[in-house]
């Protein structure tokens, strides 16, 4: 972080363009996270882009890093209300489904337009060592959270378990995703919901 970013309206500078390259992410994928596009968003000159980040990765990590905070802490409070209602297997889904496949949009469409965009950003992960790090530390806070949710729910598994689930979504969004089924959340919460019975 450069020594800018350290005063108050530094900060404030810096948290905007993270909001606005990780809205860009989450709309368009990394191709959408352009120091010109993120400075636009944000309502900000282009050169503070390269004034607050020493490089694109650089703000790209950053982007990636609050996304997945800000889903875990949506997740953690909607946990918090499931453990205080309903715990049945259909909420438990919902819950599980939105943690690994982002919010539901209310059009079946532009829900499965996130849910694509959702996937193709975790594959292209694999082509950005520089993220590897971040998402390591970021998939074991998801499946800590997917842990206490089940646990929560009445259904506790053990990590083998967690990872065939987690398997068991990924599998049924990609072959709905292949299949250009404009659902690929209703069929994950089939599967996942066959696997629960």
Do not use: W
Not at 31 to 47: F, I, K, M, Q, S
Not at 98 to 122: F, I, N, Q, S
Request: hydrophobic share 45%; proline share 5%; aromatic share 4%.
């Amino acid at each position: 972080m450069t020594a800018a970013a350290t005063t108050p309206k530094g900060e404030r500078r810096r948290a905007e363009l993270i909001e606005a390259a990780s809205s860009l992410l989450a709309e368009g994928g990394f191709d959408a996270v352009r120091h010109r596009a993120v400075a636009e968003r944000a309502g900000l000159p282009l050169a503070s882009t390269t004034y607050y980040f020493d490089s694109l990765e650089e703000l790209v990590t950053a982007a990636v890093e609050h996304h997945a905070k800000v889903e875990l802490e949506d997740g953690r409070q909607r946990l918090d209300e499931l453990a205080t209602r309903n715990r049945g297997v259909e909420a438990t889904v919902d819950l599980v489904l939105d943690m690994l496949l982002g919010p539901l949009r209310p059009d079946r469409e532009a829900d499965a337009e996130a849910v694509l965009l959702r996937y193709e950003r975790l594959v292209g992960t694999g082509r950005r060592p520089y993220l590897r790090p971040l998402m390591r530390t970021l998939s074991a806070q998801l499946y800590e959270l997917l842990h206490e949710i089940f646990a929560r729910s009445g259904t506790p598994v053990d990590s083998t378990e967690l990872e065939r689930l987690v398997a068991l979504v990924d599998g049924a969004v990609v072959n709905a995703l292949i299949e250009v089924d404009p659902e690929p959340r209703a069929a994950a919460a089939r599967m996942l919901q066959a696997a629960l019975a």
